[in-house]
């Protein structure tokens, strides 16, 4: 088959399609990747610590319902606290499932101890509040107080743990996101410089015979016919264009 000129120019003009859907299809492979990085921070490290903090407005959604009934007796606090002590139970529940380092699992299950170890200070004062027994004000201002403390102080230690993460991923992405540019970059100049490559060969390749059969005919149009055959590796309508020249510069110098 003929690979004519105009395949050529087909073929050229493909090449750089390819060479930049290439590049535009990497960039795009690589952007997602950063996209899901990010989505990925966002959805871990970043929940954890909300899923923490929560639950120490929990506690204090405990600690507000069981006073308000310790002070007034109103049992619509106490329906108040434990509405919080079973979504502190929910929240705890959830945090045992996004935990997977050793770390980060072992104050997890202390936080759940001393919200059971705090539970149970509760009953206790709850127990003193229905047989009218002051002691539950002992309570309040001794275990109470010290096991609340305890339990922010291991929610902090945990939220700290989540933010350390948090500031190493978003290092880790940050790095990675610069590794993008300078990729896409590359890439890119690569492509442009494959297209100048590709676009300047096959000038030459068409353009090379042209000069070479005008210079020719420049040389025996003044009357130099002892020229030889212009030689050229075209195949296509350029080559059968040169091949024709050189039978009638043979023609035209043969002596008549």
Same mark, same amino acid.
């Not at 979504?87 to 945090?95: D, P, T």
């Not at 055959?229 to 195949?235: A, E, M, P, Q, T």
């Given at each position: ?6 395949? +050529? @120019? &087909?073929? $050229?003009?493909? #090449?750089?399609?390819? *060479? ?9 492979? !690589? ?8 989505? +990925? @921070? &966002?959805? $871990?490290?970043? #929940?954890?610590?909300? *899923? ?9 959604? !405990? ?15 106490? #329906? ?177």
């Amino acid at each position: 088959m003929k690979f004519t000129v105009a395949k +050529k @120019l &087909i073929l $050229g003009f493909l #090449s750089v399609l390819f *060479l930049f859907g290439l590049v535009a299809g990497l960039s795009n492979y !690589e952007l997602g990747n950063v996209n899901r990085n990010y989505n +990925k @921070l &966002i959805d $871990g490290n970043v #929940s954890e610590v909300i *899923l923490v903090k929560t639950l120490k407005a929990e506690l204090m959604n !405990e600690a507000g319902g069981i006073r308000g009934y310790l002070l007034t007796g109103d049992s619509t606090y106490l #329906s108040d606290y434990e509405s919080a002590r079973k979504r502190m139970e929910h929240h705890i529940e959830q945090l045992h499932k996004v935990t997977d380092q050793n770390e980060e699992k072992e104050l997890s299950k202390e936080l759940e101890v001393l919200h059971n170890r705090y539970q149970s200070i509760i009953d206790k004062e709850i127990k003193f509040k229905l047989e009218d027994n002051n002691a539950y004000m002992s309570l309040v201002e001794t275990s109470d107080k010290q096991v609340s403390q305890e339990f922010n102080q291991k929610a902090d230690e945990l939220v700290k743990f989540y933010e350390s993460q948090l500031n190493a991923s978003i290092a880790e992405t940050t790095d990675y996101v610069k590794f993008v540019q300078v990729f896409v970059l590359a890439i890119t100049l690569a492509a442009i410089v494959a297209a100048m490559l590709i676009a300047y060969n096959i000038s030459r390749i068409i353009s090379r015979p042209i000069n070479l059969a005008a210079t020719t005919i420049d040389k025996v149009a003044g009357g130099d016919l002892s020229q030889e055959d212009i030689k050229v590796k075209n195949s296509d309508e350029i080559g059968e264009l040169i091949l024709s020249l050189n039978k009638g510069f043979a023609v035209c110098g043969q002596p008549g």
